[in-house]
Structure formats: structure tokens, C-alpha cells
């Protein structure tokens, strides 16, 4: 669990870890260059609970989306990661339903070619938990991914660039592998993704689209989807600027060349089956 500046909410998280049916059998909280009391809770949590580690790292002050939160992430993982069945990455702003290990564990022994799992996240608006509707329903989300050691290991585990927390699911298809998001499992999400309109974050969604290998029209399309869920029209110019900059820079992607062109089939399929809905 890689953390930064979550003494709002770690205790509430780590609760829900405690409170769980069936607790995880460890726990490695990586506390990356907090200024506030994050490490101070974690390390009374795991005075109190030996499944429960922190693990205190000082990265650059800079901010490197991708790469920033999948480093914490590998920090915290342990050399011998391989004895253990599944692993699971999550965020320190979440609260978990009391039988979500039970559950996602459920899954895994169901479905023996599962290879990613999660629930849903739902923020809260108005007194009412709503669903997050910031990715489609079967997307495995970021903070709340679970992984089958298969799995993460055939897809070389997590990939210190913007745009990872969709690359892995789509690598976990292209190596055979099945997905699936449990929808009867609720987590809350205490501090809502960023969906702001500014140039920089546009720019970060072209880039992610390059790692991607997505292509010019599929980014077109997701630049132009939006900018038009967020009233913004400046928002494909400032996204497709960037990963135009990217690709004359050659800059190094996520996905070799087929992946590539698995991605851009996945997500035509994608595309398609909406369209079709529509009709």
C-alpha cells in the first residue's frame, strides 16, 4: 500500500483491514515522503498487529505520476513475494467492506484463470454513496487491485509509468487471463480521483495514451470523450499535443508493438459494443 500524507484517513483504511473476515496474511504500508503523521499511524497499527508493516521510504519531492506510486509499490514488495498466491495493491484512502478478502479470494478459487479481481469504488456526494464513475464498471481500479502470482508475474509485474493501472489489466488479457470486478463489493473511496479541467492533467491522459499504444484515432476518441464529459474543448488539443511531443521524442512506451495492437483491438471492441448499445 503505497501512502503520502493520508493521516486524514489511514486509520480508517487500516480498520477496515483489521475488520476484515479473512485479514490478509501481511500488510506493508509504504509511507513515500509524508510531511504529516501517516508513518506515526502506521507504526502503531503494526505495534499493535506484527501482519502489519511500514515501510518508510524517501523518494524525490517531484511529482512523477506512474512512476512515483508503482516505485513505493515494488519498495514495498517483498523478495519472496512468489510464496504467496495473490498479491494485492491498494490506497491508503479507502474503506474496505468487512468480507472483501473473503470474497475476492472467493472469486479466485471459482475461476481458476482469474487473474485480476477488485470491487467497486464509490464516492460520497450529498449523504449518498454513488458509484465512481470515472472508469467502466469492469475496469480493476488502482487502488484496489488484487492479483492471482501468475498473473503478476506473466505480466512482469507493475510498470513505473503514467497509465499503468490500465496497462496491467490489459496485459493480464493478452497473457490469457480473466478480470473480473465483484459488483457486490462496496469500497469506499474517502478522497475522490482528481477529474479537475487543467492543461497538465490533460496532457498526462495524452501521454498515458501513448504508453498505451493506443494509436491516433482511439486517442482522438478518448480525448474527444473528455472533453466533452468535462465541457472543456481545449482539453483533445492540450492531450493529443502531448503525446504527439512524446512520439516525435521517441520516447520509451509500456507495451512492446503487440500488446500494442492487442490494446488497440481490445479497445476497439470496447468502442463498438457501445455504439451497438446505442442502436
Known amino acids: 500500500m503505497p501512502v503520502h500524507n493520508e493521516a486524514a484517513h489511514m486509520r480508517s483504511c487500516l480498520d477496515s483491514f483489521i475488520g476484515q473476515t479473512r485479514p490478509p496474511n501481511s500488510l506493508i504500508v509504504v509511507d513515500d515522503h509524508s510531511t504529516d503523521a501517516t508513518a506515526a499511524i502506521v507504526r502503531e497499527y503494526a505495534e499493535a498487529h506484527p501482519w ?11 511529482r512523477q505520476p506512474g512512476a512515483k506510486v508503482v516505485g513505493a509499490f515494488l519498495a514495498g514488495l517483498p523478495g519472496d513475494w512468489q510464496r504467496f498466491d495473490y498479491l494485492g495493491k491498494f490506497d491508503g484512502d479507502i474503506i474496505l467492506p468487512p468480507d472483501y478478502f473473503e470474497k475476492i479470494l472467493e472469486s479466485f478459487v471459482l475461476r481458476p484463470n482469474l487473474g485480476m479481481c477488485s470491487g467497486l469504488m464509490y464516492i460520497e456526494k450529498q449523504g449518498e454513496w454513488i458509484y465512481e464513475a470515472i472508469a467502466d464498471r469492469s475496469h480493476v481500479r ?10 503478476y508475474q506473466a505480466i512482469g509485474g507493475l510498470r513505473p509509468f503514467i497509465g499503468w493501472d490500465t496497462a496491467d489489466v490489459l496485459l493480464a488479457r493478452f497473457y490469457g487471463f480473466e478480470t473480473e470486478t465483484r459488483k457486490d463489493l462496496m469500497v469506499k473511496h474517502l478522497r475522490p480521483t482528481g477529474r479537475g479541467y487543467s492543461a497538465r492533467n490533460a496532457r498526462l491522459q495524452g501521454l498515458a495514451l501513448y504508453n498505451l499504444r493506443y494509436g491516433w484515432l482511439i486517442s482522438g476518441i478518448a480525448a474527444c470523450k473528455m472533453a ?5 474543448p481545449l482539453l483533445p488539443w492540450y492531450a493529443l499535443t502531448a503525446y504527439i511531443r512524446a512520439y516525435a521524442g521517441g520516447k520509451p512506451r509500456m507495451l512492446s508493438k503487440e500488446q500494442g495492437r492487442f490494446a488497440r483491438n481490445w479497445r476497439w471492441k470496447g468502442i463498438l459494443s457501445r455504439l451497438l448499445k446505442g442502436f
Open 228 to 232: 466533452l464529459t468535462r465541457k472543456k
Open 52 to 62: 502489519i508493516q511500514l515501510v518508510e521510504r524517501k523518494s524525490s519531492a517531484q
Open 142 to 151: 488502482g487502488p484496489v487491485k488484487f492479483y492471482s502470482r501468475d498473473c
